[in-house]
């Protein structure tokens, strides 16, 4: 019984190569089903923007090898597949959950997609007691990290910095901000500011029906046009559009006596930084929000290189729970073959000898004790060795009980 990962990532294949592998929760199950023509009973896929990881437990090279075809089958195409087994492969399934291998270091949101996927392999019934085992000690132990080392508590997106920035230099309590993009950055910016206790909140674009879809309820829709009529009712006017050049520029701003802050996250820069020259506005650039992005990306480093310690040691400890439970159940196994030998050979003796019934009970006791003194050379030479010796020592003692 052996625990391995195979799959492509970010790291070592292409996006292109990446949406080959993006499995719906169908495609899933379909390759579930496949494996269990192979008797690989145990598996997690976990299929996100940025990897497509197989996790399983199996028996023999073999299998693993057929586990490896499968996979491209699914894909249908033929893609680079990295392969980690063993006590390597429990590592990486904990670093992976806890954000060592994401684009964004240390992210929150992958432990949340392994969860998902664990327990739709569990609505499959693609898991038992020992996968069970080894994903609920990640889960276990990356929380453990988090509350440990607090990592999420020095964030890295640059919209989430801009909200901090925003709130340690003006109130938000009845502010009016104006949002001016209606892309990605300037999505996330209006998630975070509709939590905010604002009097109004204005989404500014070239394009109404692009605007829509980033809008909610409480949101104002204003046509590019009028960008610098709206500006004389704002508090914090934020940018991230994509224009060439800059939309706000000085010889354009109209005459204000209201303290303004402006957030520029565009690349070119989308405001023009002379209006700062005016004592009442103040302007934020993504240079100075990229600088405390990088210095937190620093410190999440320095965490994470804290943290890997404890990690190391809770994925030793669940793959030896793992290698612990085979070598139970193998001299389990060591000692049901024993009894059934003994039972076996009563029986054959019973029916060849006149025996009393002290005499029977003697001869029972006699082949249990034989039988089992046996086996118990093999069982305790079985817990006496360690790591590879241990793998091969029940290697051998599996084969002799299959009688292969």
Same mark, same amino acid.
């Given at each position: ?44 896929? !976990? #299929?996100?923007? *940025?990897? =497509?990881? /197989?996790? @399983? ?6 299998? &693993? ?104 230099? !003006? #109130?938000?309590? *009845?502010? =009016?901000? /104006?949002? @001016? ?6 999505? &996330? ?216």
């Amino acid at each position: 019984m052996e625990f391995g990962v195979l799959g492509v990532s970010y790291k070592e294949a292409s996006v292109d190569i990446r949406d080959l592998t993006a499995f719906t929760d169908t495609e899933k199950m379909e390759l579930y089903n496949r494996l269990l023509d192979i008797a690989i009973t145990q598996a997690v896929l !976990v #299929s996100t923007c *940025n990897r =497509s990881e /197989l996790y @399983i437990i199996y028996e023999t090279r073999k299998q &693993l090898d057929e586990a490896k075809r499968l996979f491209l089958q699914a894909a249908n195409h033929s893609v680079p597949l990295f392969l980690k087994t063993g006590r390597d492969a429990v590592l990486y399934l904990f670093e992976v959950a806890a954000g060592y291998h994401s684009m964004v270091l240390g992210e929150d949101q992958i432990l949340g997609q392994i969860q998902s996927s664990y327990l739709l392999a569990d609505q499959c019934h693609a898991c038992q007691k020992q996968l069970h085992r080894i994903f609920q000690s990640c889960f276990a132990a990356v929380k453990q990290l988090k509350a440990t080392y607090k990592i999420s508590e020095h964030p890295l997106s640059i919209a989430y910095l801009a909200i901090k920035s925003i709130r340690r230099t !003006v #109130s938000l309590d *009845n502010a =009016s901000i /104006l949002v @001016i993009g209606s892309g990605e950055m300037a999505s &996330l910016m209006l998630q975070y500011l509709q939590e905010e206790p604002l009097s109004a909140l204005y989404v500014c674009s070239r394009s109404k029906e692009k605007a829509k879809r980033v809008m909610a309820s409480r949101m104002d829709f204003i046509p590019f046009e009028k960008r610098y009529e709206i500006l004389e009712q704002c508090d914090v006017i934020c940018s991230m559009t994509a224009s060439p050049h800059r939309i706000l520029r000085k010889e354009d701003m109209p005459q204000t006596q209201r303290k303004q802050l402006y957030v520029d996250l565009a690349m070119p820069r989308d405001i023009d930084p002379d209006i700062a020259d005016d004592a009442w506005r103040t302007v934020i650039d993504i240079d100075h929000l990229q600088q405390e992005a990088d210095d937190q990306l620093q410190k999440r480093k320095s965490l994470l290189q804290q943290a890997h310690g404890m990690l190391e040691q809770a994925a030793q400890e669940a793959y030896e729970r793992l290698q612990g439970q085979q070598m139970d159940e193998l001299i389990q196994s060591l000692q049901q073959r024993s009894e059934q030998m003994a039972a076996d050979t009563f029986a054959l003796l019973q029916s060849k000898l006149q025996l009393n019934s002290h005499e029977e009970q003697v001869l029972k006791k006699v082949l249990h004790t034989s039988f089992l003194r046996m086996v118990k050379e093999p069982m305790l030479t079985l817990k006496k060795a360690k790591g590879q010796d241990q793998r091969l020592y029940a290697q051998v003692l599996e084969t002799m009980l299959k009688g292969e």
